[in-house]
Each structure stands twice: as structure tokens, then as C-alpha cells.
């Protein structure tokens, strides 16, 4: 298994100000936005990234941490087996990534997911 990208995501009620402060202060650029995300990325090196959010797309909650996998199957078919709950179900999300949420064991929401295509 590969971790390709882990995000963190910073819920929000409003997205304009908070990447107004990153933006301001940081140098990060906007390189995703979907009206309820804005991905947040430095020209310096495009790993840097930082997503405020004020939903977690489909109906689901921010999650803490957004981690990218080379195979997402591979990870629930895993998280599955090792007996741990399924807060939101494999789903295709129309903005083109292949996704699931657990907690961990601090409680913390993880969004494990792939990208399509």
C-alpha cells in the first residue's frame, strides 16, 4: 500500500476569510474550488496543501484528514476486515475521487480516498 498525499481540512463557516488569512499570510494559492472546499497549495511545492471547508461534500461532515491512497478498495476491504466502522460508505463523488470515512482512535474523522481516472 502507498499513502500518496495526507490533507488537513479546517471546517469553517466561512471560506472566503479563512483562505483570505492563508493566502495573505503564507504565500497558498487557491488550486481546487468547489463552493463548499477551497484547496489551498504553495507554487513552491505543490504537497503543501491545506483545504478549509465548510462541508464535506455529499452530505457528509469535515473530516480531520484527508488521506490519499493508491488503492482505496485495498484500504476498506482492510478497514473492513480489521473490524473497524464505516462512518460513510465507498462512494464515487462526482468531483472525481473514490472515498470512505472512519475515525480513528482519537476520534479524529479521516476521509481515505483515491483519486478516478
Known amino acids: ?39 489551498m497549495a504553495s507554487d513552491e511545492l505543490s504537497l503543501t496543501q491545506l483545504s478549509i471547508a465548510t462541508a464535506g461534500g455529499s452530505g457528509t461532515a469535515v473530516p480531520d484528514l ?19 466502522t464505516i462512518e460513510y460508505e465507498l462512494t ?10 472512519l475515525f480513528d482512535p482519537t476520534g479524529k474523522l479521516l476521509n481515505v480516498l483515491s483519486h478516478l481516472g
Open 1 to 39: 500500500m502507498t499513502v500518496k498525499r495526507i490533507v488537513s481540512n479546517i471546517a469553517a463557516s466561512s471560506l472566503e476569510e479563512v483562505s483570505t488569512f492563508y493566502s495573505e499570510l503564507f504565500g497558498l494559492r487557491a488550486v481546487m474550488d468547489h463552493g463548499w472546499i477551497v484547496t
Open 66 to 84: 484527508s488521506i490519499e491512497v493508491e488503492d482505496v478498495d485495498a484500504v476498506y476491504r482492510r478497514a473492513k476486515a480489521l473490524g473497524h
Open 92 to 101: 464515487d463523488e462526482p468531483w472525481g475521487v473514490r472515498r470512505f470515512y
